[in-house]
């Protein structure tokens, strides 16, 4: 392709200049654009500044150099897959910082300079069995499967209870809905790259992302919509899984060789059970369940909860209601996004569409600043003198911008000041954003109420100090059943165990998150202790699970056999391993309250690992950990 060399120069002029300073070199192997002056400066902004620290005349000289390198026209690449120790070495001088070596691996793969998953380039014989892999949902855990089965040629379905992919992002359609992740972090190392118009984008170019890739993919042909999974049993005797679907057209009946749950832990609402509730008259709902058509304007409207959903609503609709009254349980930490709602200009998307390797690097800045770094300052330091507010120095430094920001947002208002100061330390709860939040708060129509929930009466609320406040909506922000995860699909394995049984007292556990035993052939994803509570990105995680699910399905397929089933010792020793790593990090704090925990006060929900950490663990599954059912044993 021939390039516009005026639209070149112009959209150079808005290039994140470490980025383009990766590519020029990969392009021409020149290392000069690897050493002084042309090294970025350090950046620990979650969105870095463009120019990297260097001054106007360096600026210039790299942005000159661009043209000339990027203009050609026959462009070759010079350096096309960078080995490890120039891997490291590169994404050390981009990001200013020592990467560990153990990344090159796993950065390149999620770049596109190497591909993914096992045996990509071979095709598996589906008529040795041909019963298929029955994958529950089509959000971005059954998109990433998908993908990897038909590479490798097993058979297989996605029933989706929806009419249409995307899951969570198809359901949640309440005002201001959009990603805590940056999207190009926030989505598949595998298919064309999307347009996204900000880095934190809107629900509604999600959700046209995941439509888009389904079908570049080819995988809307494989999905079955309209259709819930009613109850999967395993059957010892034909060495398959008896599967029940509920269609539009009424039950049917069908044998798998493989069940995957890819429901994740958000798909099931949790409501509070409030007395007087079912008097209200007014309208209310979820905000997972968002009625079409939801008309405030100029209505009294009351939110339950103040987390993630919250935090996107209220800045939406604080204009248009008559009045805002928000019930808040706890306070949350938020953290300051300067650029949260800025457009990526019309430059960087050129140069991220048009030159080769630009929007690889640009992906890797992104998955590093929302990756790993924040793991550290999450572990409990014994040592730490105030473990009351924080748990170690950097945590304590965390707390200490937040509370900053915290304090020049609501400035002149000390009653709201000390409503949202949390008395935890930092990010033990979920990672929130501020996206006008605080100076939502501060509007005359808003008010945040921190006293507990007495009961409802037929036209609103009344709190424990018998203040009764008048509500035409009330909208729950109350979060989802995260216990239940792929037990609530009415699954019995080996021996007649009910899923459901196993995981019961709000205690699912599962090997790598992914197989339990006694379930042979039965795989989860988003499963157990493998929620991202540090950074990092759902669809990162999914693409690690699709890949080790597709590695024990390929080995069935290979190796003629009829299941995998994990053994108890496995997931003993690594539930052993999980929870002795929680127990050092905040989640673990004393006195905290969050849905990662259970009853039992067990950190159930996200993992203690690093990403890099979980990409090893599941890269190649070792089946020393598996018993392998033969057709003959079977």
């Known amino acids: 392709m021939k390039l516009d060399i005026e639209k070149l120069q112009q959209a150079v002029d808005a290039a994140d200049l470490r980025v383009l300073l990766m590519v020029m070199f990969q392009m021409s192997g020149d290392r000069r654009w690897l050493e002084a002056p042309y090294r970025p400066k350090r950046d620990v902004k979650l969105i870095a500044d463009e120019a990297a620290g260097f001054p106007d005349h360096i600026q210039a000289e790299i942005k000159a150099a661009a043209v000339k390198v990027l ?34 691996p796993m950065m390149r793969e999620q770049m596109g300079f190497s591909s993914a998953g096992p045996d990509q380039d071979g095709a598996v014989s589906t008529d040795k069995n041909k019963r298929p892999v029955v994958i529950v ?16 040629g097993i058979s297989y379905i996605i029933v989706e209870r929806n009419d249409e992919v995307g899951g969570t992002w198809y359901e949640n ?109 007014g309208n209310k709902f979820h905000t997972a369940r968002w009625p079409a058509g939801t008309d405030l304007k100029d209505k009294h ?30 306070a949350q930490w938020v953290r300051p996004i300067p650029r949260y709602q800025d457009a990526i200009p019309e430059g960087a998307q050129w140069l991220l569409k048009n030159i080769p390797l ?55 208002r000390p009653d709201l000041f000390d409503k949202c100061l949390p008395t935890y330390p930092p990010y033990g709860k ?68 009910r899923l459901e049984g196993v995981w019961a007292d709000e205690n699912p556990t599962a090997y790598l998150g ?33 890949n080790y699910i597709a590695a024990c399905l390929e080995k069935i397929a290979k190796d003629d056999l009829v299941a995998i089933d994990v053994k108890p010792e496995p997931l003993a020793d690594y539930v052993r391993k999980v929870d002795a790593e929680h127990e050092q990090m905040i989640w673990s704090h004393p006195g905290m309250s969050t849905y990662y925990r259970n009853k039992a006060g067990r950190v159930f929900s996200v993992m203690p690992w690093r990403l890099v950490d979980y990409w090893a663990m599941t890269r190649t599954p070792d089946f020393d950990d598996y018993d392998l059912i033969s057709k003959d044993a079977g």
């Open 358 to 412: 630009y929007a690889s690097w640009y992906r890797f800045t992104m998955l590093w600043r929302y990756g790993d770094g924040l793991l550290p300052s999450l572990r409990i330091d014994p040592d730490w003198p105030h473990p009351e507010r924080s748990l170690n120095r950097a945590n304590d430094r965390h707390r200490v911008d937040m509370t900053n920001h915290m304090e020049r947002e609501l400035d002149g």
């Open 137 to 152: 949902g089509a959000g971005v855990s059954g998109i990433a499967l998908g993908f990897r089965l038909k590479k490798l």
């Open 301 to 330: 409207v009351a939110i339950i909860g103040t987390g993630a959903s919250a935090m996107q609503i209220v800045p939406e609709i604080v204009d248009d209601v008559a009045s805002l009254s928000i019930y808040q349980r706890s």
């Open 71 to 104: 203009s050609k026209e026959k462009p070759e690449i010079a350096i096309e897959v960078p080995d490890d120790t120039l891997m490291i070495e590169m994404m050390s001088i981009c990001l200013s910082e020592a990467v560990p070596s153990e990344y090159a």
């Open 514 to 546: 992914i197989t339990v035993p006694d379930f042979p052939n039965l795989f989860c994803m988003q499963g157990p202790n493998t929620g991202l509570g540090h950074g990092g990105s759902a669809i990162f995680q999914a693409e690690c699970q699709a």
């Open 173 to 281: 359609v309440y005002p201001g809905c959009a990603v805590d992740t940056p999207n190009h972090a926030y989505s598949f190392s595998f298919g064309s790259r999307y347009p996204w118009s900000r880095n934190f984008s809107p629900r509604a170019e999600i959700q046209d992302y995941l439509e888009s890739v389904t079908d570049e993919l080819g995988i809307r042909p494989t999905i079955r919509f309209g259709t819930m999974l009613t109850k999967a049993t395993w059957d010892d005797e034909a060495s398959c899984w008896q599967v029940t679907l509920e269609t539009l057209t009424g039950e049917e009946q069908l044998e798998a060789c493989a069940v995957v749950s890819a429901i994740g832990q958000l798909s099931q609402v949790s409501m509070p059970v409030l007395e007087g509730a079912d008097d209200y008259q």
């Open 430 to 497: 979920r990672i929130l954003l501020d996206n006008s939040w605080f100076k939502s708060l501060r509007k005359d129509n808003v008010e945040l109420i921190t006293t507990g929930i007495d009961h409802f009466d037929e036209t609103g609320i009344e709190t424990s100090d018998g203040q009764h406040r008048a509500a035409d909506v009330v909208i729950y922000s109350t979060g989802f059943k995260i216990t239940e995860m792929a037990s609530r699909l009415n699954i019995s394995g080996a021996k007649g165990l």
